[in-house]
């Protein structure tokens, strides 16, 4: 399968940029947490992202257009989704705890997936249906944003009880 809806190579960097960045904050997260609360988080928080991805995909909301893909899910999202995550709950946790701290991480996960989505749409990375009706920013329509919020805090609350 092509990287790229074009072929071109733009997609295989910005995949290799996004593994990268994850295996970062995946290294952070093993260098400065518990190895519990690294595993819950980039392990546990990676299969909860997949599943809400493939299940949308398989309710035929967005479909991709990038490979390698699993059930129809790009493998190389799996570390953006967690390192993204991971890094919103690093910064809620310098000015709060506990559950707080989950909100607040889901908050800043999802005004970053806001701010970057539509790039992807544009650049035909990814499309959404009108299965859903309501609202779009950029393209990108407000069930998005509301999985992203579900799935952080999810995945943050995951690496909660270890740390």
């Given at each position: 399968?092509a990287w790229?809806?074009?072929g ?5 960097r910005?995949?290799?940029?996004t593994v990268?960045?994850?295996?970062l904050?995946l290294?952070?997260?093993a260098?400065t947490w518990p190895?519990?609360?690294?595993l ?6 990676a299969?909860v ?8 995909v398989r309710a035929?909301?967005?479909a ?7 059930t129809g899910?790009p ?8 390192g ?5 709950f690093?910064?809620?946790l310098?000015v ?10 889901a908050a ?5 997936n ?7 749409v544009?650049?035909g990375y ?6 859903l ?5 950029r393209g ?11 799935v ?9 009880p270890?740390l």
């Open positions: 399968m790229a809806p074009d071109s190579a733009v997609t295989e910005i995949a290799v940029a990268g960045a994850g295996l904050a290294s952070h997260a260098a190895p519990t609360a690294t819950a988080l980039f392990g546990g928080g299969l992202a997949f599943v809400a991805e493939a299940v949308a035929g909301l967005l991709h257009h990038v490979g390698p893909q699993l899910v493998v190389y999202v799996l570390f953006g989704w967690t993204v995550v991971y890094a919103a690093r910064v809620a310098l709060t705890a506990g559950w707080p701290a989950v909100a607040l991480a800043l996960a999802t005004t970053g806001a701010l970057t989505d539509h790039r992807g544009a650049a990814w499309t959404y249906t009108d299965a009706p309501g609202p779009r920013w990108v329509p407000w069930w998005n944003a509301a999985g992203w919020a579900v952080s805090a999810a995945t943050a609350a995951l690496a909660l270890a």
